[in-house]
């Protein structure tokens, strides 16, 4: 078994320290006697490049992405495919909002003998112009915010989270809405959209939980589809969009749970993927069933019996 871990340098900002992380992973696989790699990446999309390298080699693979949803993101687009591949997640980003999902265990991913020790089982991705992710896809305000995040996350007097709020503020400034074609599951819909959100899993954008029961194992997306609204409405409706509420606005809020959806326009427009930039005029987005192995820290719940045990409690 080789172990690669994937070091983002500028994840989560001067507060994340990279050395010491990379100091505390050599430690741990010295200590274990494990066969094992630090890389740092170099640019963007390098984490993939790096993780499809190692896995086309065919010999049995752990990643583990020390970084942000990016960095995660990418490893997973590198191992999509690869059966003798597994990723994880050790976060030290701005948002590491995939984990928050698997509540008190999100912990666990700080875990290195957990991580390490951990669990392999098999996780959707979502494909957006043969760009594979492992989170949310977005189309709309909330792309432009999530994509504009890193412009202010860096700011000493801001940093970290504070980017977010920054940058809805700035966004929603600039303007809310903008016209789309949507093609979902059979039904056509055109008009003008404040967001569209694509989730396998459940959180994004610092922590807004849109949806509380999206499951990135069970084959389905859970897609939001907020139509046009004023500064005012988006105000008032924000705070229940943040909190996996949009049942409480079915006039403005869309839920469609499916495997595919097509946003198109005859201008270029921003797809956030897991908090990435993409320009482009058609964003084809579908469900890839089981398409990584994912590693769970040991002792971890599957997201699965998380939401079962909040909806019974």
Do not use: W
């Amino acid at each position: 078994m080789r172990h690669l871990f994937i070091v983002n340098p500028i994840a989560g900002g001067k507060k994340a320290d990279k050395s010491a992380i990379k100091e505390k992973i050599s430690a741990k696989m010295s200590q274990k006697g494990e066969e094992f790699e630090i890389y740092e990446t170099v640019g963007v999309m390098d984490a993939a490049e790096k993780v499809k390298r190692e896995a086309i080699k065919g010999k049995p693979l752990r990643v583990y992405a020390c970084g942000g949803d990016g960095t995660l993101s990418e490893c997973a687009h590198g191992a999509a495919g690869f059966a003798n591949t597994a990723v994880t997640h050790f976060p030290c980003g701005t948002g590491n909002d995939f984990v928050r999902m698997f509540g008190p265990d999100s912990a666990l991913f700080l875990d290195l003998d957990a991580l390490i020790s951990g669990e392999i089982g098999p996780m959707d991705l979502i494909d957006v112009n043969g760009r594979k992710c492992l989170n949310i896809a977005s189309v709309g305000i909330d792309a432009r915010v999530g994509i504009d995040v890193h412009k202010y996350s860096q700011l000493p007097v801001i940093g970290g989270a504070g980017g977010y709020v920054i940058s809805l503020i700035v966004n929603v400034i600039k303007g809310i809405n903008r016209h789309f074609h949507v093609y979902v599951e059979g039904e056509e819909l055109d008009g003008k959209f404040a967001l569209i959100c694509v989730c396998n899993g459940q959180y994004y954008g610092g922590g807004f939980n849109p949806t509380k029961t999206a499951v990135p194992d069970d084959g389905v997306l859970e897609m939001l589809i907020v139509n046009k609204v004023s500064r005012i409405t988006l105000a008032r409706l924000l705070k229940y969009y943040a909190s996996g509420r949009y049942a409480e606005y079915p006039d403005v809020i869309k839920y469609v749970p499916g495997r595919h959806i097509v946003i198109e326009d005859d201008r270029e427009f921003s797809v956030s993927i897991d908090g990435e930039a993409m320009f482009t005029k058609r964003a084809d987005m579908r469900l890839v069933r089981n398409g990584v192995n994912f590693i769970y820290p040991k002792g971890c719940r599957h997201v699965a019996d998380l939401v079962k045990t909040t909806i019974n409690a």
